[in-house]
């Protein structure tokens, strides 16, 4: 671990549409490539889980190699749905952060916790999370030796302990305590230029800048003011003391700003990914922070009060997009 860098990776398709559309065979490709990436050297995958719409990854590598890793692996993937699926091949988003070591346990805890979140029947036996490779002391897909070995060198009391943890859900520390910044990347290359990478292990991917920055206020926190302060709508006042008032067409201009999309395009349905991720952030800031009710905030994303309704409480894409929102709520009390 010395000299390497933790990744949380969040991807998630931006329409709702399944990330596999071949259940098994889709998501044992995804592996694959994974699986080629870390044979190259220096990359190690910890944890994992593979979810209809949205998958996650704990992963580690050398600073900076992060981006062509990334783009290495979702040039090759696109490439095959494209080549296999054509205009029905799926569109995705994805977030990086980069986090603290300290946070390890409690980042593999939180993946392999992610089947109950989502109300998956087979709870932690669910079959595309790396839970069950832990379990069977199986490295084909992940290396859980590294995190094992955090519990003592007896395998058979640190496996023991493991398990002891992920099932107590109630010790659970909010993971963006542990973010260090994300990494949030710009365009990519499109996927003809990246079609190589699989065999070349190379690829081109632009720069990242980064983003938000965890104060270490929030680390010292319990757990549950920890969340609060996340869930917290930003408040500050301007010089004179009182609370600056933010307007819904403040709301739309800022969020399509840092967001890249047009202002038109928050108020109509049927975009592109990053539009719908845009009304996403714009609406839990009219409801949270302007105060605005279901109906009023359909009214001001072009949408029916229980598809308000229905996004709002919609826990796991606040959770992926807890980074952008926050962003938006600094720039707007600026």
Request: aromatic share 10%.
């Amino acid at each position: 671990m010395e000299g390497k860098h933790l990744y949380h990776i969040l991807l998630w398709t931006g329409d709702g549409r399944d990330f596999f559309l071949e259940k098994e065979r889709d998501r044992i490709r995804f592996l694959k490539i994974f699986r080629k990436a870390r044979k190259s050297g220096g990359f190690f995958v910890y944890a994992y889980c593979l979810l209809r719409d949205r998958l996650q990854f704990l992963c580690s590598c050398p600073p900076g190699m992060i981006e062509k890793i990334l783009a290495s692996v979702e040039g090759v993937y696109r490439k095959y749905c494209q080549d296999k699926y054509r205009d029905k091949a799926p569109v995705w988003e994805h977030a990086v952060y980069e986090c603290g070591w300290e946070g390890i346990l409690d980042f593999v805890r939180h993946i392999h916790r992610a089947p109950l979140r989502a109300e998956k029947r087979k709870g932690f036996s669910y079959q595309w999370s790396s839970h069950g490779e832990y379990m069977k002391e199986d490295d084909r897909w992940v290396d859980y030796q590294a995190v094992l070995q955090v519990y003592g060198k007896k395998k058979g009391n640190a496996l023991k302990r493991y398990n002891q943890f992920v099932r107590q859900p109630t010790a659970d520390r909010p993971v963006p305590v542990f973010y260090l910044t994300e990494i949030e990347p710009r365009k990519p290359a499109p996927a003809a230029e990246t079609a190589a990478s699989e065999d070349a292990g190379t690829d081109i991917w632009e720069s990242y800048e980064s983003a938000v920055i965890v104060e270490d206020a929030s680390v010292a926190a319990s757990p549950e003011a920890a969340v609060r302060a996340l869930d917290k709508p930003a408040e500050k006042g301007n010089d004179t003391g009182e609370k600056k008032e933010i307007s819904p067409a403040r709301v739309i201009a800022i969020t399509a700003e840092l967001m890249g999309v047009a202002p038109a395009s928050m108020q109509k349905g049927g975009g592109v990914p990053q539009e719908t991720a845009a009304r996403r952030v714009a609406l839990y800031i009219l409801k949270e922070d302007v105060h605005l009710s279901n109906a009023e905030t359909g009214r001001t994303l072009g949408m029916a009060a229980s598809t308000v309704s229905r996004w709002y409480n919609n826990a796991q894409r606040r959770e992926d997009l807890i980074s952008r929102i926050e962003r938006v709520r600094r720039q707007l009390i600026k």
